[in-house]
Structure formats: structure tokens, C-alpha cells
């Protein structure tokens, strides 16, 4: 099984993806950690080739539940994917747990991927690359393109599931993990 997990940022995908990797005995993919460099630096935009050889080197794995929106490597993570799991939670919901998360994160210091050092401060709230502006700018196009991607033939291969409350995700998981 390998199941990609998509949705706009702030909506959970990397909890659910490492929850359904460990449920399913995958690797946990977490395309931000691969992307995000010590100092904030973005493979994705100043190493793009490296950024897909990273990304198309995880995703050989058999068993793998990955997670992020990164279009550069989206056709690799697709190539492979046996499942698409659409994370289509209401604006609200979702920008109450981006909220809370860049709180929680920015008074803890909280190193977000190891050995990077980068870490939320409340001083970048206002940027608008934060992930508080990010998902409330980018919701409705981030939508948009999941809802194109679930209607493309060309994905006709792969499973898709699309959640719309977060009490979905954890029967889909148990579901996912004996099936």
C-alpha cells in the first residue's frame, strides 16, 4: 500500500499520513521534511532536481503513506501511489488546528524536522508564506486542484478517498491497516 495524502496546509496530513504509515508498517513520507533545509533553505525552489531525486528515492519503498502538496514532484508520488487520500476539511476547522499548531510551535521553540534547526516564531505570523496566511489564501485553489486530480482519468488507477470531518480519518486508517 501507498497511499498519498493530500489536502490544503493546516488540514493534517502529516499526522494522518504518520499514523497510517506506522498502522500499515510504511515508511512515514513527509515531503516538507525532505524539502526544508537547515536555515529555511528550499530544495523544492534552489535544487529542484535533487528535491525530485529525494523524493522519487522514498517513494521506491513498497509500503509508504506520504504527505505534502508540492506539484515539482506529484507526478512521481502518483506513479506509485496505489491510494490518494483527500484531507477536504471546512475552512474553519482547518484554520482553527493551523492556528493552534503555529501557537503551540512558535511558544515551544519546536524544532519542526530534525537537525534543521528551523523552527515557527510569532514575529513571521504575518509573512505570507506563515501557515496561517498560506492556508487562508491558498484554500480554495488547493481544493480546486484535489477536486481536478480526483476527476482526472489519468488517476483512474488509483483508490481515491475523500474525508470531509476529521472523525473519518481514523475508521479510514483502521480500515486501511487490515485491508
Not at 39 to 68: S, T
Not at 78 to 103: C, E, G, N
Request: charged share 25%; net charge positive; aromatic share 12%.
Amino acid at each position: 500500500m501507498r497511499v498519498s495524502v493530500t489536502g490544503t496546509s493546516g488540514s493534517g496530513k502529516t499526522t494522518f499520513a504518520r499514523t497510517l504509515a506506522a498502522a500499515v508498517g510504511g515508511a512515514h513520507i513527509d515531503l516538507d521534511a525532505i524539502n526544508w533545509q537547515a536555515g529555511w533553505y528550499d530544495l523544492n525552489r534552489n535544487e529542484p532536481e535533487e528535491f525530485r531525486r529525494r523524493v522519487a528515492a522514498a517513494v521506491a519503498a513498497e509500503r509508504w503513506a506520504a504527505c505534502g502538496n508540492y506539484s515539482r514532484v506529484r507526478d512521481l508520488i502518483q506513479a506509485r501511489a496505489t491510494h490518494i487520500v483527500w484531507l477536504d476539511y471546512p475552512k474553519w476547522i482547518v484554520m482553527a488546528r493551523v492556528f493552534r499548531r503555529s501557537f503551540a510551535r512558535a511558544w515551544s521553540g519546536e524544532e519542526l524536522w530534525p537537525g534543521t534547526g528551523n523552527t515557527e516564531t510569532f514575529a513571521r505570523w504575518l509573512d505570507a508564506e506563515h501557515p496561517i496566511r498560506w492556508a487562508w489564501d491558498t484554500y480554495a485553489l488547493r481544493r480546486e486542484k484535489n477536486a481536478a486530480e480526483f476527476a482526472d482519468p489519468a488517476l483512474a488507477h488509483v483508490q481515491k478517498i475523500r474525508l470531509t470531518h476529521p472523525r473519518e480519518a481514523g475508521p479510514l486508517i483502521r480500515r486501511l491497516a487490515v485491508g
